[in-house]
């Protein structure tokens, strides 16, 4: 099919299927459309309806939704046809579910009290905006966006439509990361002078190759949907299904990577130093950006106060690196330093005057060590990771209060991630890139201020909020 023909199929298909996504107007008023709550009892499960069935859905599956108090799955849809049957046929006990290969026909004939966007980054925002506008509450998978600018959309879309918004990076839910952030902020180490992240791996730039055969399910419209804003390539299975490798589709997906990991352990600084509606002032590349592995993997004895590597398998990547600093207007300095083979890869160290804290999502060190021996009990991890993040957006749904992960909050993690992948690109050596976390904005950057945002293909232009 030529290409021409292809846009033809993917018009029909905005037309005839449900709505366009740059005009659009709700068919129906759910309940859920004030987002005050009021209407969700508090006895009742909230109504979900799942958007993406690829590995993180199943690992929700799996190991998540089985623990998860006020859930009721509804419905689920993703493009391809066999992966919906062989999603419904292995969760049986999803019983009265029904199975969608368009979201918007599913949030249209369902009405869901919300949907969970656990597809590629490059589709998330694009999802969640029709989702928010057709009247659902949103939970999105981190990163929740491609762009800075893409980000920011987001909040203002959820401020628009006043609706419940829970960002995937679930440590701000966990108990012992909570506890271990409060103690920081309380003064435990005094006042703050450094914290320290790691310096994680770059989205790759993707050649062209050859086209492959479909997969079943697979086909030039729904290949076409799913690349949504991205440039329409070739099919090739190392994008569909490798698509967190490379930089059209997300900043760096990959285990020890900028907006993989990154996004989990940048929100873990925001949220240590209370940075939670703001960002850096100043960025400084510390050395050339050039192709590395994400560290040295000589085996060692974590000293007695570090986490241990161990923790996160110590995954060996490849890609874009260069060690970078930021500072915030506080006068406290970041450092993306750590390798992939030591420190915490999903937390930071924060160190003050009086002590430092180690904080890796399962596991805390510190130095003196009584800092965090004494934890309470309550304060422990004891269910399954997300089990404690999903539950907190259920409950803002129910009461109408702003979710630990809300979308802002979001916005500034995925933000720092956008941040080390821009300067790495943009900057020299040495010199003080200046930031405006209210503005979002370079100030002394123009090619930085150029990668903010992207053009997005023709007919996945973001809904007009205005």
Same mark, same amino acid.
């Given at each position: 099919?030529?290409?021409? !023909?292809?846009?033809?199929?993917?018009?029909?298909?905005?037309?005839?299927?449900?709505?366009?996504?740059?005009?659009?107007? =709700?068919?129906?008023?759910?309940?859920?459309?004030?987002?005050?709550?009021?209407?969700?009892?508090?006895?009742?499960?909230?109504?979900?309806?799942?958007?993406?069935?690829?590995?993180?859905?199943? &690992?929700?599956?799996?190991?998540?939704?089985?623990?998860?108090?006020?859930?009721?799955?509804?419905?689920?849809?993703?493009?391809? !046809?066999?992966?919906? $049957?062989?999603?419904?046929?292995?969760?049986?006990?999803?019983?009265?579910?029904?199975?969608?290969?368009?979201?918007?026909?599913?949030?249209?004939?369902?009405?869901?009290?919300?949907?969970?966007?656990?597809?590629?980054?490059?589709?998330?925002?694009?999802?969640?905006?029709?989702?928010?506008?057709?009247?659902?509450?949103?939970?999105?998978?981190? =990163?929740?966006?491609?762009?800075?600018?893409?980000?920011?959309y987001l909040v203002n879309a959820a401020r628009k439509f006043n609706r419940i918004t829970q960002v995937g990076t679930q440590q701000r839910s966990l108990p012992l990361c909570k506890w271990a952030c409060q103690q920081v902020q309380n003064g435990a180490i005094g006042k703050i002078k450094v914290v320290q992240a790691p310096n994680f791996v770059g989205p790759n730039i993707w050649?062209?190759?050859?086209?492959?055969?479909?997969?079943?399910?697979?086909?030039?419209?729904?290949?076409?949907? &799913?690349?949504?804003?991205?440039?329409?390539?070739?099919?090739?299975?190392?994008?569909?299904?490798?698509?967190?490798? &490379?930089? $059209?589709? $997300?900043?760096?997906?990959?285990?020890?990577?900028?907006?993989?990991?990154?996004?989990?352990?940048?929100?873990?600084?925001?949220?240590?130093?209370?940075?939670?509606?703001?960002?850096?002032?100043?960025?400084?590349?510390?050395?050339?950006?050039?192709?590395?592995?994400?560290?040295?993997?000589?085996?060692?004895?974590?000293?007695?106060?570090?986490?241990?590597?161990?923790?996160?398998?110590?995954?060996?990547?490849?890609?874009?690196?260069?060690?970078?600093?930021?500072?915030?207007?506080?006068?406290?300095?970041?450092?993306?330093?750590?390798?992939?083979? #030591?420190?915490?890869?999903?937390?930071?160290?924060?160190?003050?005057?009086?002590?430092?804290?180690?904080?890796?999502?399962?596991?805390?060190?510190?130095?003196?060590?009584?800092?965090?021996?004494?934890?309470? $009990?309550?304060?422990?991890?004891?269910?399954?990771?997300?089990?404690?993040?999903?539950?907190? &957006?259920?409950?803002?749904?129910?009461?109408?209060?702003?979710?630990?992960?809300?979308?802002?909050?979001?916005?500034?993690?995925?933000?720092?991630?956008?941040?080390?992948?821009?300067? #790495?690109?943009?900057?020299?050596?040495?010199?003080?890139?200046?930031?405006?976390?209210?503005?979002?904005?370079?100030?002394?950057?123009?090619?930085?201020?150029?990668?903010?945002?992207?053009?997005?293909?023709?007919?996945?232009?973001? =809904?007009?909020?205005?």
């Amino acid at each position: 099919m030529k290409r021409d !023909q292809r846009r033809i199929l993917r018009r029909d298909f905005v037309k005839s299927g449900v709505l366009s996504a740059a005009a659009f107007s =709700p068919l129906f008023v759910p309940r859920c459309v004030f987002g005050d709550g009021v209407n969700v009892g508090a006895n009742e499960s909230v109504k979900v309806a799942l958007i993406g069935l690829g590995g993180r859905c199943a &690992w929700l599956c799996n190991h998540e939704f089985p623990s998860v108090s006020g859930i009721k799955i509804v419905a689920a849809c993703d493009l391809m !046809q066999p992966r919906i $049957d062989a999603f419904m046929n292995r969760y049986k006990d999803l019983k009265a579910a029904q199975g969608y290969t368009d979201f918007r026909k599913m949030i249209e004939k369902e009405k869901p009290d919300g949907v969970m966007t656990i597809t590629a980054t490059h589709q998330r925002a694009w999802i969640a905006a029709i989702a928010m506008q057709m009247g659902c509450h949103v939970y999105i998978e981190k =990163p929740m966006a491609l762009t800075i600018e893409e980000g920011r959309y987001l909040v203002n879309a959820a401020r628009k439509f006043n609706r419940i918004t829970q960002v995937g990076t679930q440590q701000r839910s966990l108990p012992l990361c909570k506890w271990a952030c409060q103690q920081v902020q309380n003064g435990a180490i005094g006042k703050i002078k450094v914290v320290q992240a790691p310096n994680f791996v770059g989205p790759n730039i993707w050649t062209d190759q050859p086209q492959e055969p479909y997969p079943a399910g697979m086909n030039d419209e729904t290949w076409d949907t &799913w690349t949504n804003q991205a440039p329409l390539r070739p099919y090739h299975r190392r994008i569909h299904l490798g698509w967190s490798n &490379w930089r $059209d589709y $997300d900043a760096g997906g990959l285990s020890f990577g900028v907006s993989g990991w990154g996004t989990h352990s940048y929100d873990q600084v925001n949220m240590a130093l209370g940075m939670n509606e703001t960002g850096p002032v100043e960025i400084i590349l510390e050395e050339e950006c050039t192709i590395q592995n994400s560290g040295k993997f000589v085996a060692r004895k974590p000293t007695d106060d570090e986490t241990g590597a161990a923790y996160y398998g110590g995954a060996k990547v490849t890609g874009p690196r260069a060690k970078m600093k930021m500072f915030f207007a506080n006068g406290v300095e970041l450092r993306l330093h750590l390798d992939g083979d #030591r420190g915490p890869g999903l937390g930071c160290i924060v160190t003050g005057e009086n002590g430092k804290i180690e904080i890796n999502r399962h596991k805390l060190s510190s130095n003196p060590k009584e800092l965090t021996a004494n934890m309470p $009990d309550e304060f422990k991890n004891k269910r399954p990771e997300s089990v404690y993040h999903i539950e907190n &957006w259920l409950e803002c749904i129910k009461n109408g209060k702003k979710c630990n992960a809300d979308v802002e909050y979001g916005q500034r993690s995925t933000t720092l991630c956008e941040l080390v992948n821009i300067v #790495r690109t943009t900057a020299k050596v040495g010199e003080k890139i200046t930031w405006d976390p209210t503005n979002e904005k370079f100030k002394n950057n123009e090619k930085g201020n150029e990668l903010l945002k992207r053009q997005r293909r023709k007919g996945y232009e973001l =809904p007009d909020i205005s």
